[in-house]
């Protein structure tokens, strides 16, 4: 064979491969309007009119119906789509290099701890919002077991593996001794592509390979409908069944002008401020004393509510590299922290075992009922200092 023909022929082969790419990737984007069109009922018109993918709900419909979550009115269209799945958190890291992340503003409730090296994680709720693509994707803590597990019979959890050394931090084994694995566990160990991808030019800046895993809302909760996982499971059962929704009440106007929260993470690159806008009765983020954007909204983390929940705080004595996983006191009772309105109270948490609320009480004894919004929940050490201004 000449070099002419050898040369035609690599020409070709390259061609064939370009086209066939062309057309895989071409079928995937904008992959939000397969997933919009995925949800099986035309008459929710949730379009996708970003990038990000995300569904969006017809913004004149009346806002009558309450997300049981965060108490937020939404239109019927909204509920409709909420109530056909159930309740998710996933797992989205907060190392320097993974910021900024995506679809963390679109979670009704986030939990944030530290889970090793002095380095925060989060672990957020979706169900009344779609976020569409959400990431970096991160492993599995126990105590945030604890606290998904507060949503109903088998909520859904999405994560990249997980703590898995043998002792009182291994997420993985307490799942599988849970009966998750395969169902309502979202592993991407176990289901890959196209769920789960890399990405490694999403965060704009060089970053090592665990900051590039992401997931799309839509796709996962897909994977739970395939495994018979919708607002009921396998059984039936309403996933509400067992659920206690938090108590909601509308903020008075009587804000103060500022507040500023000091959460005392460790090192400069993790300390996070709340700053309390009275204009919109919200608290925006700062993490490094920097404005915490959204990766695809370009907005600023904000929340209604902020709680601090003060726990028992302990490394697992596993062996795992000098034993860097933490341990929370989860269960039990404990001091906490509520600020909403731009004004602090003291209150008292309980959580009974595993699946029951962390329910949280003023010093008599009523239950605190929050600020209709979003819920972001602090995991601090006992005797850990909150800086308030």
């Known amino acids: 064979m000449n070099k002419k023909v050898l040369t035609l022929l690599c020409v070709l082969v390259f061609l064939l491969a370009a086209a066939s790419s062309y057309y895989f990737f071409s079928q995937q984007t904008p992959a939000g309007i397969k997933l919009a069109t995925s949800i099986g009922d035309p008459s ?54 993974a910021r900024p992340q995506s679809g963390i503003n679109a979670a009704d409730v986030t939990y944030e701890a530290i889970a090793e090296g002095g380095i925060t994680r ?53 799942i599988t001794d849970y009966g998750w694995t395969g169902y309502n566990d979202l592993n991407q160990f176990s289901i890959g592509f196209p769920v789960f991808y890399r990405d490694q030019t999403r965060l704009g800046h060089d970053a090592a390979t665990e900051h590039t895993m992401y997931s799309v809302t839509t796709k996962l909760w897909n994977v739970g409908k395939e495994r018979g996982l919708t607002n009921v499971d396998k059984n039936a059962k309403a996933w509400n069944t067992n659920f206690v929704p938090y108590k909601f009440e509308t903020s008075s106007g009587n804000r103060p002008a500022s507040q500023v929260i000091g959460i005392p993470w460790s090192g400069d690159n993790y300390s996070v401020t709340w700053t309390y806008n009275p204009k919109d009765d919200l608290y925006y983020r700062k993490n490094a004393g920097q404005p915490h954007i959204d990766r695809d909204t370009h907005k600023q983390l904000s929340t209604r509510n902020v709680i601090v929940l003060f726990e028992d705080e302990s490394h697992a004595p596993d062996g795992y590299e000098n034993n860097a996983h933490m341990l929370y006191g989860t269960k039990g009772s404990g001091k906490a922290l509520i600020f909403k309105n731009g004004k602090e109270s003291k209150a008292t948490w309980k959580k009974a075992d595993r699946t029951s609320r962390t329910i949280l009480t003023d010093a008599s004894g009523v239950e605190i009922k929050f600020t209709p919004g979003k819920l972001w929940f602090e995991i601090l050490g006992i005797g850990s200092d909150v800086n308030v201004q």
């Open 122 to 174: 989060t672990m957020n709720v979706f169900y009344c919002q779609d976020a569409g693509i959400i990431g970096p994707v991160r492993s599995a803590r126990t105590y945030f077991l604890d606290y998904i597990s507060e949503y109903g019979d088998n909520p859904l959890y999405a994560h990249v593996g997980g703590a898995n050394s043998p002792g009182p931090a291994n997420a993985l084994g307490q």
């Open 44 to 97: 929710l018109k949730a379009k996708v009119n970003n990038d990000y993918q995300a569904l969006e709900f017809d913004p004149n419909q009346p806002k009558t119906e309450t997300c049981p979550l965060t108490g937020v009115k939404y239109g019927k269209d909204q509920e409709k789509w909420w109530q056909s799945h159930r309740p998710m958190g996933v797992m989205i890291e907060n190392h320097f290099d």
